[in-house]
């Protein structure tokens, strides 16, 4: 008889409402192998078991930031080795985009519950490579041709 493994999901998104979204799917996390990405702010994050560098396109120092997490996710990567990258966004799930999209792995993007009228950045880049697109608003789905209204995560 074959062992079949369970799948490893990697949940990662940004400090703040996109954090405080994703942590909805915590049920998630517990049902398969399941970890959590986000940023290491003054807060404490009970779910988090990675925290990257908080990055700012303001930051005078943010391609340094950038670079150091980009290596910290190729590591957490090949510790976990994720078959799914799941995120609502934003830069610190770049390197995990990235890598996900070089590896063949799955990538299920949520767009941001804040967003009801108008698409962000991140759904603009990350739709493209997207295996599921979900968007919290009906009213999302006219600015991707990927989406699907899967309902409010709160």
């Not at 998104?13 to 049902?31: D, I, N, T």
């Not at 779910?47 to 990055?55: A, D, E, H, K, R």
């Not at 799955?106 to 950045?121: L, S, Y």
Request: glycine share 6%; charged share 25%.
């Amino acid at each position: 008889m074959k062992h079949i493994r369970k799948p490893c999901l990697c949940f990662v998104s940004s400090s703040g409402g996109h954090w405080e979204q994703l942590q909805k799917l915590e049920p998630l996390a517990r049902k398969y192998k399941g970890f959590f990405v986000t940023e290491k702010t003054k807060f404490e994050e009970p779910l988090g078991n990675y925290f990257m560098v908080q990055t700012d396109m303001k930051d005078g120092l943010m391609l340094v930031k950038m670079i150091w997490n980009c290596l910290y996710s190729i590591y957490i990567w090949m510790k976990e080795k994720p078959d799914f990258v799941i995120t609502t966004g934003t830069m610190v799930a770049y390197p995990f985009y990235l890598l996900a999209v070089l590896l063949h792995k799955k990538i299920v993007f949520i767009e941001t519950f804040g967003r009801a009228n108008m698409p962000t950045v991140a759904g603009r880049k990350m739709e493209k490579h997207a295996d599921l697109f979900i968007v919290q608003w009906e009213t999302q789905k006219k600015f991707y041709k990927k989406a699907i209204y899967g309902g409010c995560l709160y």
